[in-house]
């Protein structure tokens, strides 16, 4: 993640890579707006100031768009106990399953 680079080039720690991670990943799986505002408005109170910066600037628009919530809306589901994967293979896969299934309806 670009994170990771961003948390090297700032002089902080493999822990600090694991706990910036895991807060961007917590908040890229909520369920809804809400959700995602009131985990965010905890954890940048937790954040570092620079964090709280770097991710306003680079990081929140790329989060916003690939949230679990704003995924769902644009018709895509995510598959129970794995979620909305990048593996190329297993998108693809995912879309020809959903596309099996598909119903045409008359509207």
Do not use: H
Not at 38 to 61: H, I, K, M
Not at 76 to 84: A, D, K, R, T
């Amino acid at each position: 993640m670009l994170f990771q680079t961003w948390v090297k080039s700032s002089g902080g720690s493999l822990q600090d890579e694991n706990f910036y991670g895991s807060t961007v990943r917590s908040l890229l799986t909520t369920s809804d707006s809400s959700q995602y505002e009131n985990l965010l408005a905890d954890l940048t109170s937790r954040w570092s100031p620079a964090f709280v910066e770097y991710y306003q600037g680079d990081l929140q628009s790329a989060v916003l768009a690939s949230a679990d919530f704003a995924i769902r809306q644009s018709g895509v589901e995510s598959v129970p106990y794995v979620g909305i994967t990048n593996n190329v293979s297993e998108s693809y896969n995912r879309v020809l399953k959903d596309f099996q299934n598909w119903k045409v309806c008359d509207n």
